[in-house]
């Protein structure tokens, strides 16, 4: 039975920077900076010691301006690592990185195979005899709008057939529309498997068409493993993808409730009992985006931002002693003091007004656009104020709430 194994990636974005400002040691900065490089280095490593047949890279290697002569050096020393192994890598590049950038190139190991701008058929021999055939497009600029994919002619031989894109299924509208398909389209090419980039999130459309997600989070929205896929394909048969993590940074959102808390050191206690349930072996540092909830008596002290300074302080503190590091980058403060609304109400209190105002303004989000309307058109007050979404009216106004409770209290 014939038969493939082989690397799926895609988004490295060598190059990029990490957004997450920390106060901790060189040595925790230092796995910071190094982090990007350092997931593709196991991925190369994995490669080699699971002696796959070549290696997929979807698009965005690089990231925009920050194409450095040092980076693609960098990334051609781990090309030659794969070429000592027999093993060819397969390139399609993005809109982070079209051919038409304006960049110092260097020379590819002649195990790399980098697709051109118009699609292409690429035959991959295995044991001198022909086993796939790959398909792929790279973008000449960086805005491709139109639907690459369709170009992509399935030939009758060999065994296998992969096709290649970096591009955006077409209902995912939280992302640049480059290179649109959808899953009836790329279904209907008959491949045996799509390698999909530029989505970072990982995602499977379909048992054979996968995104892998970038390699590694860059910021506190590209939360949870990251990695890439390995994938072993089998005559007649669909393909097994399995994800292997390889990123050693992974951002986090913890989510805490002080409901049940009577003091700073149980919260805190409570903070290191949920992240060990989500420590990896893989991870070197968390950098962790702490949200609390809930209602109860350290509500009031954290509404002092100094309060909650200080617990990050001694938490990042305490996360710079053993591995995997923990340190945590921001926190929300989302938790509310307990408010009997309707005796404020009863009692004519101020706050019950608030409350009330909040109530009616909630069950009628249209209705406040009708006072904002005149903030925002204000020619002093527009230069310093965000307009914001119509669908954000609910959250602004408990936000209020909160802020007018707080100061309250304050007094």
Known sequence: MKELKFIHAADLHIGSPISAQIHGSDYIKDIIRECIHQSITRMVRDAIDRKVDFVILAGDLFDDENRSVKGQLWLREEFLKLKEADIKVYIVFGNHDPLDSRFAPVTWPDNVYVFPTASTAMTVEKDKF??????????PKKAVTE??????????????????LHGQERSLDSHAPYAPFTVKELSEKGMDYWALGHIHTRQSLHPSIHYPGNIQGRNKKETGEKGYLYVELKESQDPVVTFCSSAPVQFVNITLSVTDCKSVDEL?????EKMKMNVLEEVKVYLVSLCLTGTGALSSHLSEEQVVEEMKDVINTLGETDKPFIQVIAVENETNLEWDKAALAREGHFLGDVFKAGEVFKNDPESIWEEWEELFSHPKARKFITKPDRDESREIIEKAEKLLGDAWMKE
């Open 130 to 139: 022909p086993v796939a055939n790959l398909y792929g497009c790279s973008y």
């Open 147 to 164: 639907n690459l994919a369709a170009s992509y002619k399935k030939q009758d031989e060999p065994c296998f057939h992969i096709g290649i």
């Open 268 to 272: 805190i206690n409570k903070f290191w």
